[in-house]
């Protein structure tokens, strides 16, 4: 970005946690329970490294936790819903399949801004930033406000029948819920300096929620998350690298340039070999995981939200996203 290019950045943050907390092992014993399967004490915990997670309680919604933590992020920027003119939802998780759940947030939020969907599994919240920001750029949007709400809790499967369904569906208990939100406006300095992508589609079917589509339109048995964590953690060991060297390529900026690193999280060792491969300082990222779980696109959202008011103008953040599918994002932001 030239220094006489229109800036964009993100000026205000919010997050949505439900109030219910669950263990691991608490959750590992619905699913023995449900199952009949005879569990390892702590087997979740110390395959995951997720002690605790938060669940959407009966009538919260993905909705319900985007509102949550859009109205914080508006309060926080001294905003009213009204003066937003672009209202990007941008999740994995939706109320309905029909209309999008933009305008069920909208709806309730009170403005009346431009409003659809934006989704691509984990990666959704950081492609709604991106394209907020493109639209601002084009003079499409003044200003915009990206929300997420994330229950991925509901696609868990409580009650496998037997060892290969509970093998198949294991990724699915590292998923806790939660909500975050962002305004994305015009900045006189500093703003999203970089956005860098990677896809890698033939691996689409490595893992995800098969149903609610036109392959699989009804049947509970394809509403659970099915798919292999080591397979798609290989997806990324295979063609991340790639993407943080071109990222420090193009923005000449190395780890050291960095306040913060914010990573998509799915499980502790998970995040432990992101580190053991990048050479990111641990010390950088903002660790969320063991207490609320993999909370999906409101990771990177939720870990901004939690550090948002440490950081100082001229700080710079790098948020490292990734998605079924399988996708890479990377973004540079700076503070205005």
Known sequence: MSPTSPRVGITA??????????????????????????????MFEKATGIATRRFAQDGEYA???????ARQALSRGGLDPLDIDLLVYASATRDVCEPATAHLVQAELGSHAHAFD???????????????????????????????????SRAMRRDPAGPADFR?????????????????????RG???????????????VGGIPGGGSRHPRGDEYSYFRGGGKELRGVFEKIGA????????????????????LVHQVTLPYLE????????P???????VPELGNVASATIGVQLDRIHGELAPGDRVLAVGLGGGASLTTMAWEVA
């Open 13 to 42: 943050v919010g997050a949505g946690l439900p109030a219910r907390v669950l263990t691991s092992q608490q959750l590992q014993d619905e699913v023995a329970a449900g199952s009949g399967l005879r569990l390892p004490e702590r």
């Open 63 to 69: 909705s319900t936790l985007a509102l949550a933590a």
């Open 118 to 152: 934006v989704s691509n599994a984990c990666n959704s919240f950081l492609n709604g930033i991106d394209v907020a920001r493109a639209m601002i750029l084009a003079g499409r949007a003044r200003r915009a406000l990206v929300t997420t709400g994330e229950t991925p």
């Open 168 to 188: 198949d569906g294991f990724a699915g208990y590292t998923f806790g819920d939660a909500g975050a939100a962002v305004v994305v406006e015009p900045v006189p």
């Open 191 to 205: 703003g999203i300096l970089h956005v860098e992508t990677e896809t890698a589609s033939e691996h689409w079917a």
């Open 242 to 261: 790639d993407i943080l060297t071109r990222t420090a390529a193009r923005t000449g900026l190395g780890w050291d340039a960095y306040a913060r690193v």
């Open 273 to 280: 070999r992101f580190v053991e491969l990048t050479g990111v």
């Open 282 to 288: 641990a010390g950088k990222l903002v660790v969320t």
